[in-house]
């Protein structure tokens, strides 16, 4: 990791990093990596607000596993959204019953919200839904299911997915279970942010450039170290 280099870990002396995300928890990668390397405060902005939507549907789904074949998640905000629909009885039902059918997930921050459900997902190792959708194909095939995947996700999902398991004759029924907002204190906070900026990844880069904020640093990959080097460099 680039905070090894003393170099770089001075440069990070009575610094300020802000964080255009919501934290992930008490020991966030991204905070951890930071402080390690040096950085004295380390802020979060959300970006993002998610509203909940056809709370019902998605109670009376998740509470009734026999009708599916298994589960689908994307993000771990669908995983929270359907937790948060139900009652403390609930959840602990639900979790023995979805642990008799495959939850498939996209990703390891996916995978380790489901493990906290106290199941066991497939797919950790997915980086993207095209991906996932060859493993579920893979798991199901030759046979396929009478019963649908439930997979609940976002109001502004892509289709990679369903037209993939539409294609392999995988019945699958998607439930929009939250909508993705801008979060409404962002504006405001964000007139507050020092000029350089730091971005994860290159398409996030070329994002903050169409809107006229060219980044000062890009991770050259999307995770808590290369963004942390990114950072260092720019410091220096």
Same mark, same amino acid.
């Given at each position: 990791?680039?905070?090894?280099?003393?170099?770089?870990?001075?440069?990070?002396?009575?610094?300020?990093?802000?964080?255009?995300?919501?934290?992930?928890?008490?020991?966030?990668?991204?905070?951890?990596?930071?402080?390690?390397?040096?950085?004295?405060?380390?802020?979060?902005?959300?970006?993002?607000?998610?509203?909940?939507?056809?709370?019902?549907?998605?109670?009376?789904?998740?509470?009734?596993?026999?009708?599916?074949?298994?589960?689908?998640?994307?993000?771990?905000?669908?995983?929270?959204?359907?937790?948060?629909?139900?009652?403390?009885?609930?959840?602990?039902?639900?979790?023995?019953?979805?642990?008799? &059918?495959?939850?498939?997930?996209?990703?390891? $921050?996916?995978?380790? /919200?489901?493990? %906290?459900?106290? =199941? @066991?997902?497939? +797919?950790?190792?997915?980086?993207?839904?095209?991906?996932?959708?060859?493993?579920?194909?893979?798991?199901?095939?030759?046979?396929?299911?009478?019963?649908?995947?439930?997979?609940?996700?976002?109001?502004?999902?892509?289709?990679?997915?369903?037209?993939?398991?539409?294609?392999?004759?995988?019945?699958?029924?998607?439930?929009?279970?939250?909508?993705?907002?801008?979060?409404?204190?962002?504006?405001?906070? &964000?007139?507050?942010?020092?000029?350089?900026? $730091?971005?994860?990844? /290159?398409?996030? %880069?070329?994002? =903050? @450039?169409?809107? +006229?904020?060219?980044?000062?640093?890009?991770?050259?990959?999307?995770?808590?170290?290369?963004?942390?080097?990114?950072?260092?460099?720019?410091?220096?």
């Amino acid at each position: 990791m680039a905070s090894a280099d003393g170099s770089l870990a001075v440069a990070a002396q009575s610094r300020i990093a802000v964080l255009l995300r919501a934290p992930k928890g008490p020991e966030d990668p991204y905070y951890n990596a930071l402080s390690v390397a040096g950085f004295q405060s380390v802020h979060f902005i959300p970006v993002l607000h998610y509203e909940h939507m056809n709370q019902d549907e998605l109670q009376s789904d998740i509470l009734s596993s026999d009708k599916f074949s298994g589960i689908v998640f994307t993000s771990g905000t669908a995983v929270e959204v359907c937790v948060s629909s139900l009652t403390e009885h609930e959840r602990g039902r639900v979790t023995e019953r979805w642990k008799q &059918l495959p939850v498939f997930v996209v990703g390891k $921050a996916t995978a380790q /919200a489901v493990r %906290g459900l106290g =199941l @066991s997902p497939t +797919g950790s190792h997915s980086g993207n839904a095209e991906t996932l959708s060859k493993l579920i194909i893979e798991h199901f095939c030759p046979g396929v299911p009478t019963k649908p995947l439930l997979f609940p996700c976002g109001a502004l999902r892509r289709e990679t997915l369903p037209v993939a398991l539409e294609g392999a004759g995988l019945p699958l029924k998607c439930l929009a279970c939250y909508k993705t907002l801008p979060h409404p204190d962002l504006q405001g906070r &964000l007139r507050e942010l020092s000029p350089q900026v $730091a971005a994860i990844g /290159a398409t996030t %880069g070329d994002s =903050l @450039s169409k809107a +006229g904020r060219r980044p000062d640093a890009v991770a050259k990959l999307p995770n808590h170290d290369s963004l942390t080097e990114a950072i260092l460099e720019c410091c220096i």
